[in-house]
C-alpha cells in the first residue's frame, strides 16, 4: 500500500508499507548494456521496493484504456548509481528509498533563474540513467517547493504525472489552468504545451515517459 501525504511541517512524504528494509538483498548484476555492478545492497533493496510500489500505483490509477504504459516494466535494478543532493530536498522528508536516487536538474541558471533551480529537482528510477535500466520508457519523481512555476514546456515524449503529495495547478495548452491533488492521473500528448506551480505546498509526482525523444530536454516555451 502507497500512503503519499503531507507532514506538518509542510514537507513532501513518500510512506510505503512494508518498509523497504524487510525487502531480500539483490544478487550483484550487470545490467544489459554492461552497467557497473550495483554500489551496495541497500541500493538494489531501496530500488526494488520503490519499483514494486510504483507499478502498484499506477496499476491502481490507470484507467484500463492506459494500462499498456505497464506493459514494458522492468523486473530488477540492475544500474549502479550514485545518490546526489539539490537544494529542494530540504522539501523532502528524509527517507532511504528516495534519497538514495541521483537527483538532477535540467536546466541551468540563465534558462530558469536560481530561484527556480533552489525548488526544483528530478530523480529516474527507471530508464537511461537510473537504477533500473529501462530503453523503452522512463519513470522518476519530480519534486518542486513552495510558490514554484515550472513554466510552459514541452516534448517529443508522451508523458503522465500522478501527484503523491501537494496540491499544485497543472496547465495544459488545450484546457488551461485546473488544480489537481494527490492521487490524480496528467496525461501530456507529444509537443503539447504544459506548466505545473505549486502554492504554499511542495509537489512530489510520479512521472512516466515513453515514446520518442527520451533523450531529449525539454523545449521551454
Not at 94 to 108: D, H, K, N, V
Not at 167 to 181: Q, S
Not at 191 to 211: D, I, M
Request: net charge neutral.
Amino acid at each position: 500500500m502507497w500512503v503519499p501525504a503531507a507532514a506538518l511541517t509542510g514537507r513532501a512524504r513518500f510512506v510505503d508499507h512494508p518498509p523497504f528494509a524487510q525487502a531480500k538483498a539483490a544478487p550483484h548484476a550487470k545490467s544489459p548494456e554492461g552497467e557497473a555492478d550495483l554500489l551496495n545492497t541497500a541500493t538494489a533493496d531501496a530500488a526494488r521496493g520503490l519499483l514494486i510500489s510504483v507499478r502498484r500505483r499506477l496499476g491502481g490509477v490507470l484507467a484500463p484504456d492506459r494500462a499498456d504504459w505497464l506493459h514494458d516494466w522492468p523486473p530488477e535494478p540492475t544500474r549502479a548509481v550514485r545518490p546526489s543532493r539539490l537544494p529542494v530536498l530540504r522539501h523532502l522528508t528524509a527517507s532511504p528509498e528516495l534519497l538514495c536516487l541521483e537527483w538532477r536538474q535540467t536546466y541551468g541558471v540563465a534558462e530558469m533563474g536560481q530561484a527556480f533551480l533552489d525548488n526544483y529537482g528530478w530523480a529516474e528510477l527507471i530508464g537511461r540513467r537510473g537504477p533500473i535500466a529501462s530503453m523503452n520508457m522512463l519513470c522518476g519523481f519530480l519534486l518542486l517547493g513552495p510558490k514554484t512555476l515550472y513554466r510552459r514546456h514541452r516534448h517529443a515524449a508522451e508523458e503522465l504525472y500522478v501527484p503523491l503529495s501537494g496540491t499544485a495547478e497543472w496547465f495544459r495548452e488545450d484546457g488551461g489552468w485546473h488544480a489537481v491533488p494527490p492521487g490524480g492521473v496528467l496525461h501530456h500528448p507529444p509537443w503539447l504545451p504544459h506548466a505545473t506551480r505549486t502554492g504554499a505546498e511542495p509537489l512530489l509526482a510520479l512521472y512516466v515517459w515513453r515514446g520518442a525523444g527520451l533523450d531529449a530536454k525539454s523545449e521551454l516555451l
